[in-house]
């Protein structure tokens, strides 16, 4: 099944768009060189365990959220319908794996799951309550460069 059977193909194109920091695909060398970016499972790691020292999520994350921008926002019910289990566990396995995934085949429905499923697994808090008053401190920042320094640091 194609979402795009009823489009033209001039409406087929996919425009470029500016990915913000944290969703912007990073190559790195070290990255180029492991099959995936990482050479461990995705799933159940603690973030900072995954993370290059750069600060970059892994590369497969990357390209899933680069293609959620691309294809969630026209997706109805995104974040809120299922898709298949064998679909979502085939999928996880695979990352978990370290395979090459072409995320810009899957269906973006199936990679919100599988998202959700990578945020859920992480062991520890993402926002933890002690930095509660830095975070709202870095967000009363004038500028869009300070709040990012400050929510980096």
């Known amino acids: ?27 790195t060398p070290a990255a180029a060189q ?11 790691q603690p973030l900072a365990a995954l993370c290059g020292e750069d600060g970059t999520l892994p590369r497969p994350i990357q390209e899933l959220l680069a293609v959620l921008q691309q294809e969630g926002p026209s997706t109805e019910g995104i974040f809120r319908r299922a898709e298949s289990r064998a679909a979502c566990r085939e999928l996880r396995e695979a990352l978990d794996r370290g395979a090459d995934v072409d995320m810009g085949s899957q269906p973006a429905l199936l990679l919100a799951v599988v998202l959700k499923d990578f945020l859920r697994s992480i062991p520890s808090k993402l926002l933890v309550n002690n930095l509660y008053e830095d975070w709202m401190a870095a967000m009363q920042q004038s500028s869009k460069e300070e709040k990012i320094s400050e929510l980096k640091v």
């Not at 979402?3 to 944290?22: D, Y």
């Not at 492991?34 to 159940?44: I, P, Q, T």
């Open 1 to 27: 099944f194609s979402f795009a059977a009823g489009r033209s193909s001039s409406s087929r194109r996919r425009r470029r768009t500016w990915l913000p920091w944290p969703f912007a695909l990073r190559r």
């Open 34 to 44: 492991v099959g995936c970016g990482c050479s461990r499972a995705l799933f159940g």
